[in-house]
């Protein structure tokens, strides 16, 4: 089975723009969560989605919102940019509640 | 509140050495799961484990084994005779409530020296 996959893997925004990531779980997965990595914070929990409803939401404000697709696969928009929002953005699918979670390889955003 | 508390920052070793990663948890739920994840230098997070809090059982895969105890709410990793390509950060995690949430330790970065 093909792994987690998410484009782009490397983006280079300019502060007040947005952004769209994406990400396609593994097939037959339906659960997609979405976590930020920083060196500063570490990893945090963005949100979490099963079939089509976000199931849970991190402390993030409302710049960060997500959705997912009736195929699973999700997508994350971050809108007006902050040189904070600069980081590693990892999506992980699973194929059911608080089974192991599989990572994708991540996009790395930066805010100029 | 739960918490997830991964005291060593980096650790060092020679080849072929033992090391162990601790991993303490906080959480009043009596139902939750606990995980470790491999990132290395690449930066994909690698799934390694996954237990749950009812199988009290050590675990053991190959080089790497998990030593499980509620009573001291620790989940520590023990990679024997470790090799340069365990070089990465270790995460430990917990998942509670009705949800894949994952709330991530600081990661302990394991450097290994041939």
């Known amino acids: 089975k093909a792994g987690v996959t998410q484009t782009p893997r490397y983006l280079i925004k300019t502060r007040g723009q947005q952004v769209t990531l994406s990400c396609s779980p593994i097939?037959?997965?339906?659960?997609v969560s979405w976590y930020q990595q920083t060196p500063g914070q570490g990893l945090q929990f963005l949100f979490e989605?099963?079939?089509?409803?976000?199931?849970n939401k991190g402390n993030f404000p409302g710049r960060f919102s997500g959705r997912q697709f009736s195929n699973s696969r999700s997508e994350m928009n971050v809108s007006t940019l902050e040189l904070g929002d600069s980081a590693l953005y990892l999506c992980?699918?699973?194929?059911?509640?608080?089974?192991?979670?599989?990572f994708g390889p991540g996009t790395r955003l930066t805010v100029t | 509140a739960q918490k997830v508390t991964q005291a060593q920052t980096e650790i060092s070793v020679v080849e072929k050495e033992d090391v162990t990663l601790d991993c303490v948890y906080e959480?009043?739920?009596?139902?939750?799961?606990l995980f470790w994840y491999k990132q290395p230098p690449s930066g994909e997070l690698v799934f390694l484990i996954r237990?749950?809090?009812?199988?009290?059982q050590n675990e053991i895969s190959g080089r790497y084994s998990w030593n499980f105890q509620k009573s001291t709410s620790s989940f520590n990793f023990t990679i024997t005779a470790s090799q340069v390509v365990d070089s990465a950060v270790y995460f430990c995690?917990?998942?509670?409530?009705?949800?894949?949430?994952?709330?991530f330790g600081t990661g302990t970065r394991l450097q290994v020296f041939p």
């Open positions: 992980a699918s699973s194929s059911g509640l608080r089974y192991e979670q599989y």
């Open positions: 989605y099963f079939s089509e409803t976000q199931r």
């Open positions: 995690a917990l998942s509670i409530d009705n949800t894949d949430k994952l709330i």
């Open positions: 959480t009043r739920d009596t139902t939750y799961y």
């Open positions: 097939s037959g997965h339906r659960s």
């Open positions: 237990r749950n809090s009812f199988d009290e």
